[in-house]
């Protein structure tokens, strides 16, 4: 059978059916580590565009994968199946950032204090913070839209079923991030 052309769904299914066998064989290895590689590189891509780094990104994606497979059973026959598996992601990388909010990071203004306002590295980290956090300065429900359909090339649908919102708030979304990533990049004068 040639994995490459099934659809994810189809893949899944494979998934849970060996996971509700009782044999412990290599086919459920190997469906379980095909599904893994079809879909880690685009977790990893999602979950850098919300600004995780690399171990957060891993353990994220870890964490996911094992709720996916820890809920199998109430993954509904007929339904896409990666907008289930990004909302779970989605779920996941939420939970990491609130995690990460609540640890005690230094502030830019002692950072600034210790070396000075007009160092070079604080101007840089400044300019690099401006270039590279443009859509992070977006609110969350714009950048949630912006990030799936412009890095994941998912449809307003599948976006809607992942934030639990209308396809038309979807597009809505989208077009008001644009119109605000415009007016930042004004601002920027880039």
Same mark, same amino acid.
């Given at each position: ?15 849970? %059916? %060996? =996971?509700?066998? #009782?044999?412990? #064989?290599? +086919?459920?290895?190997? $469906? ?5 590689? &079809? =879909? $880690?590189?685009?977790? $990893? +891509? !999602? ?13 994220? /994606? ?14 509904? +026959? ?11 992601? $989605? ?6 950032? &609130? ?6 990071? #230094?502030? /830019? ?8 306002? %007009? ?11 401006? /270039?590279? *956090? ?11 839209? =912006? =990030?799936?359909?412009? !890095?994941? *090339? ?6 809607? &079923? ?10 809505? &979304? ?17």
């Amino acid at each position: 059978m040639e994995l490459e052309n099934i659809s994810l769904e189809e893949l899944f299914d494979f998934v849970k %059916e %060996e =996971l509700m066998s #009782s044999n412990h #064989s290599d +086919k459920k290895s190997f $469906y379980f580590k095909y599904l893994y590689k &079809r =879909l $880690y590189p685009e977790a $990893y +891509k !999602f979950s850098v565009y919300y600004g995780l780094k690399h171990n957060d990104i891993l353990d994220v /994606i870890q964490e996911t994968f094992l709720k996916v497979f820890s809920y199998h059973l109430s993954f509904k +026959k007929g339904t896409a199946f990666k907008p289930w598996f990004f909302k779970i992601l $989605y779920n996941k990388i939420n939970d990491k950032l &609130r995690e990460m909010k609540k640890l005690n990071v #230094s502030d /830019i203004q002692e950072i600034e204090f210790f070396y000075g306002e %007009e160092s070079k590295e604080i101007n840089s980290f400044h300019n690099l913070i401006d /270039i590279d *956090g443009i859509i992070c300065k977006l609110p969350k429900h714009l950048k949630d839209c =912006l =990030l799936m359909y412009a !890095f994941q *090339g998912m449809d307003y649908e599948e976006i809607g &079923r992942i934030l639990g919102i209308s396809s038309r708030q979807v597009r809505n &979304r989208i077009k008001e991030a644009v119109e605000e990533i415009s007016a930042l990049v004004e601002d920027f004068n880039v």
